[in-house]
């Protein structure tokens, strides 16, 4: 069975304070891996996809990284704005599985 | 202009009753779905619809039934709501099913059902 598992459960950073979120995944014949913002009250809002081990994407203060076995999501300098929770899925086999995410507070 | 819009955004109602939400799409996309979000913040699909035929319908009750009444809608009618079905419900679209193209996924802001 396809799981994702996202650590930590929650993080607390200072602002400017960089720091990096993980996502595990053990999935049959990986297609791609997502990440996706998710403000609250909100659906989640579509950010990288992975592809390949070696692979990564920026966007602003966010670099999403992948290996084998894992993503990493970096954020560097975050500002407050930057408070979310941030979802990890991954595309194998139908359906797409989601991680239960990270909630990253940034404060000022 | 919304790309995935759904209504309602919050409904409350009574154990036993049958309820409706609605939602449309207005990027064009071939392929739609609903995502359950539990308490634990756990997003699971439910069903997926492609070109308003079904493609995905992962072991949700025979009291959820989606219909699709063309490629830009797709609406979720659930019979007999339990305590159990209080959730948050997402819709969300794609350019098509994900399986194929890796095309990732455009979510409304979601339905809060509170079933009491």
């Known amino acids: 069975e396809d799981q994702v598992t996202q650590s930590p459960e929650a993080l607390r950073l200072q602002e400017g304070e960089s720091s990096s979120l993980n996502c595990s995944y053990t999935?049959?014949?990986?297609?791609?891996l997502f990440w996706y913002r998710q403000d609250p009250g909100k659906g989640p809002e579509f950010l990288f996809t992975l592809y390949s081990a070696g692979e990564e994407k920026e966007k602003e203060r966010l670099k999403a990284t992948l290996t084998k076995k894992e993503s990493f999501l970096h954020i560097t300098a975050p500002k407050p704005e930057d408070s979310a929770t941030y979802l990890c899925a991954v595309q194998a086999r139908t359906p797409l599985v989601f991680g239960k995410g990270t909630r990253l507070s940034v404060i000022a | 202009d919304t790309a995935v819009s759904q209504t309602p955004k919050y409904l409350v109602t009574q154990m036993g009753n049958d309820k409706s939400i609605k939602c449309e799409q207005n990027?064009?996309?071939?392929?739609m779905y609903w995502y359950k979000q539990d308490s634990k913040k756990f997003l699971k699909i439910m069903f997926s619809y492609n070109n308003k035929e079904l493609i995905i319908n992962e072991t949700v009750p025979n009291r959820f039934s989606p219909k699709s009444p063309d490629k830009a809608h797709l609406n979720l009618h659930i019979n007999s709501l339990e305590l159990g079905d209080s959730a948050v419900y997402f819709c969300a679209s794609s350019q098509d099913p994900g399986h194929i193209n890796n095309s990732p996924l455009h979510f409304g802001n979601g339905t809060r059902l509170t079933v009491t």
């Open positions: 999935v049959s014949g990986l297609r791609g």
């Open positions: 990027l064009g996309h071939d392929t």
